[in-house]
């Protein structure tokens, strides 16, 4: 928590006008912290801050004081509030393959891409994929302290990146 007077910031985008700003939010993305206060501290502008790196876990934040001396008060949680993902992954432990191929394999791709560019050609191609992933490839629901990490980074490669 604190005054960071970065005035050129706006938070609802994550955009910023000038260099120092950006890496300031760049800083925050890169450390996967989130920003919480969301009263304007001095003409519009979000000064002080309430930076948290656990969503939940901050609350009741309040800007209290007077002109020229303003704080914020805040409440840290005890446990943070369980957020249920959203995210689902592709299970390719459970997908056919074999249907995946022989899908791909009837269409014919000389007379499908015929006559179109790069761009169409690509949207009719990933039009296809998608059909046949949809139906060859279930979908779970990523659950429990992995939720954040992309499916694909396991233990042993997140072990090589620390």
Do not use: Y
Not at 49 to 55: A, C, I, Y
Not at 88 to 115: M, S
Not at 138 to 146: E, F, I, V, Y
Request: net charge positive; charged share 30%; glycine share 10%.
């Amino acid at each position: 928590m604190g005054d960071f007077n970065h005035p050129d910031i706006c938070w609802r985008g994550n955009t910023a006008g000038h260099k120092q700003s950006r890496k300031f939010l760049e800083c925050i993305d890169d450390n996967f912290l989130l920003q919480v206060t969301e009263e304007p501290t001095r003409r519009g502008a979000m000064l002080d801050l309430v930076l948290t790196n656990k969503e939940g876990l901050v609350g009741d934040v309040k800007l209290k004081g007077s002109l020229g001396c303003r704080d914020h008060e805040f409440k840290i949680l005890r446990a943070a509030r369980r957020v249920h993902s959203k995210l689902t992954a592709l299970d390719f432990r459970r997908a056919d393959l074999g249907l995946f191929r022989d899908l791909l394999g009837r269409i014919p791709w000389d007379k499908a891409l015929e006559g179109r560019g790069a761009q169409a050609s690509w949207l009719v191609f990933k039009g296809h994929l998608l059909q046949a992933q949809e139906r060859c490839i279930p979908a779970k629901r990523k659950s429990g302290k992995n939720t954040k990490r992309p499916p694909w980074m396991k233990k042993e490669l997140l072990g090589k990146v620390k």
